[in-house]
């Protein structure tokens, strides 16, 4: 999980309490610390101390770092403990409204919205600074064309560079906030098909390698505003993601179902190095048994406390049946 609680997990007395409270659950919680402390973008958190306490890695969440300075001191200390960083790109200074693509912002809500540049200017200002200092960072939630191009080029040059990609940006195009409205409204936002077409080639060139939910709830009376320039961005993710993958990556014939697998289980595991992710004899018990062939309809009845997915009365492939974590039935459909 990301580390934008409240307190933020910026320091091991904040993390030891989120890691007891997730104990308490009956799925594994594994979490980043905060990159900045309290998303200050200033000063950097004791990572040696976080690591040992149980952090996984570190992340400002949905906050940009603007300084190159502490970007590049950021990546020095997480080469020296052997760990990573994950970035939220976008410079605020070349973006107007967030949640909005600068394209339906501008023809349709008259408003100055996300634009692209400042994506893929931050990301090719990041992946360089990790070229330059030989550390590992992770790009989060690519959505543009111009951004996977950035990141194979990083990643040719020899760049320590991994990325990942959201369900809703290789499955939806921004035309989807014209009928879902709020819902729809998310950062980094909705982009042109040009974009969701790329996004998916980079997935079937590795070039990227993760699927992530962003999962990001909201309470109905926040998203249901009458302006909704004001509703937060963000949408419920993470129980429409295999259903996301199977229809639109692998029935669409994008990827084998295999390579969906792959992108959501193995190289996550991969990545924050956790025992998962793969399955043998004597091996972790954490599983996840689905019909991939049969039809859902999407409806509001989430297992999350929110509701707020643009996807809710859309017909998707995929029905989880079981989930077993440590050996035990926890959900069962």
Known sequence: MMANTSPTISDVETLQEVLQSAAKEKINVKTVATITKDFNGQDLTDFKTLLEAGAVGFSDDGIPLESSKVVKEAMEEAKKL????????EDPGLNGILGFNEN?????????????????????RDVMIAYATKAHVHIQHLSKEESVKVVEFAQGLGAQV?????PQHFSKTEALLL????????????????????????????????????????????????DITKAPSGMTGLETSLSLGLTYLVEAGELSLMELLEK??????????????????????????????????????????????????????????????????????
């Open 179 to 226: 009928t879902q409205g709020s819902n729809a409204k998310m950062n980094p936002p909705l982009r042109l098909e040009s974009d969701r077409r790329a996004v998916i080639e980079g997935l079937k060139s590795g070039v990227i390698t993760v699927i992530a939910t962003d999962h990001a709830p909201h309470h109905a009376d926040e998203k249901n505003v009458e």
């Open 162 to 166: 991994t990325a990942e990609v959201a």
């Open 264 to 333: 959501m289980t193995v190289n996550p595991a991969k990545l924050y190095n956790f025992e998962a992710g793969y399955l043998a004899e004597n091996g972790p018990a954490d599983i996840t048994i689905f019909d991939a062939k049969a039809d859902r309809l999407v409806d509001s009845h989430f297992a999350s406390k929110a509701a707020n997915s643009p996807f809710i009365g859309e017909t998707l492939k995929g029905q989880v049946k079981y989930t077993i974590c440590k050996g035990q039935i926890v959900y069962q459909n």
């Open 82 to 89: 052997n760990t990573f960083i994950s970035l939220h790109e």
């Open 104 to 124: 339906i912002a501008k023809e349709h809500f008259h408003i100055c919205g996300a634009t692209g540049v400042a994506e893929y200017a931050m990301i090719a």
